[in-house]
């Protein structure tokens, strides 16, 4: 039994573990857990299955794809997960989950804040689009939700 790389507290194979098998997860947040698990794993078949047909990236050949995460996870050292809130879908179908992550790209602190979109396509919840967010903005504003984010300059 081993701790979920997500940092949710549950056991691996309780949390992330069905939906890097295939599984479909139920809402955006799981996706999202899902999704920083396959980066901390490298599992980059996760990686590329869940994101949207309109993902910028599904332009890029897999092979160039793959090689990408490659390199990125050989540099990146993953600290932690902070989903801090999410919503929707809206009337156009967007689910958004604002998190935090902790984390280091070749020893250096590369953490951030972001804002992720997802919407349903090809049967399952899959990730649309990212805003990225200076994480120390988030605390100098105090925002603990979506709405919050009004607050940001
Ligand atoms: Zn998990």
Not at 110 to 117: G, H, I, M, P
Request: with cysteine.
């Amino acid at each position: 039994m081993t701790a979920c790389p997500c940092t949710s507290g549950r056991t691996f194979e309780a949390c992330c573990a069905p939906y890097l098998a295939g599984a479909e997860p139920p809402d955006a947040p799981s996706l999202m857990r899902s999704r920083y698990t396959a980066f901390v794993r490298g599992d980059h078949a996760h990686l590329i299955r869940t994101l949207h047909p309109e993902h910028e990236d599904r332009r890029l050949p897999a092979r160039a794809l793959k090689d990408r995460l490659a390199k990125h996870g050989k540099r990146a050292r993953y600290h932690g997960l902070s989903v801090i809130d999410h919503d929707g879908p809206d009337a156009q179908g967007i689910h958004r989950v604002l998190f935090r992550v902790s984390m280091k790209l070749a020893g250096a602190d590369a953490s951030f804040a972001e804002l992720s979109s997802f919407a349903v396509a090809e049967g399952g919840i899959r990730y649309l689009t990212g805003q990225m967010i200076d994480p120390r903005a988030l605390d100098r504003e105090g925002i603990t939700s979506i709405p919050d984010l009004a607050r940001l300059p």
